[in-house]
């Protein structure tokens, strides 16, 4: 059985690709500093390195502040390097910034502020890594506060009112279990 060590694990989306890795029939291991299968602080190398053995894979779902999702994916390419190890990193729709229309990877990356500023450092740390990038749009599902509950709540107090034309259109939402399909599919495919 092909043992997946997830980042982020306890987290909205990495509880949710925990789950599919596992109705898939991998062994995926959730690492979280507060709880999940394993308690690791995914910011230290040393801390991270033993929690990687045996494992043939990892998934990078680390969310938090600019400097905490750079110092786990500084952390886990360090460690990528030591070892044999695939790598599935979720970055984000945001690197590319106010593009608009088709968005391709080929499409240049702008975004701008301090989240898209550091997926896109973090994605520059994986270069030459191999690591397979996942870039998501707006994640939501079941527990996804974010942008299900928070909104929700807001609408339902009447504290938003009209948005203007930069509120109409269309939004790139993406459910946590497509996320982890696509996790999944890259698992299958390596």
Not at 22 to 38: C, D, L
Not at 61 to 73: I, K, P, R, S, Y
């Amino acid at each position: 059985m092909t043992r997946v060590v997830v980042l982020g694990g306890s987290g909205f989306v990495g509880s949710a690709i925990v789950k599919g890795l596992a109705q898939a029939g991998f062994q995926p291991v959730a690492v979280s500093r507060r709880q999940g299968t394993v308690r690791c602080d995914a910011t230290h190398e040393a801390a991270l390195m033993p929690v990687l053995h045996g494992a043939q894979a990892v998934v990078n779902a680390v969310l938090g502040d600019a400097d905490t999702m750079m110092a786990a994916t500084r952390a886990l390419a360090s460690c990528a390097q030591k070892r044999d190890l695939r790598i599935v990193h979720l970055s984000s729709m945001a690197v590319y910034g106010p593009a608009r229309g088709r968005v391709d990877e080929a499409a240049p990356m702008g975004g701008t502020g301090g989240y898209a500023e550091a997926k896109i450092a973090c994605e520059t740390l994986l270069a030459g890594t191999g690591a397979v990038i996942l870039r998501p749009g707006i994640v939501y599902g079941p527990g996804g506060e974010q942008w299900a509950g928070r909104i929700f709540r807001l609408l339902r107090a009447r504290r938003l009112g009209d948005l203007g034309e930069h509120g109409d259109g269309r939004c790139n939402f993406i459910h946590a279990r497509d996320v982890a399909a696509a996790v999944v599919a890259v698992e299958m495919v390596a």
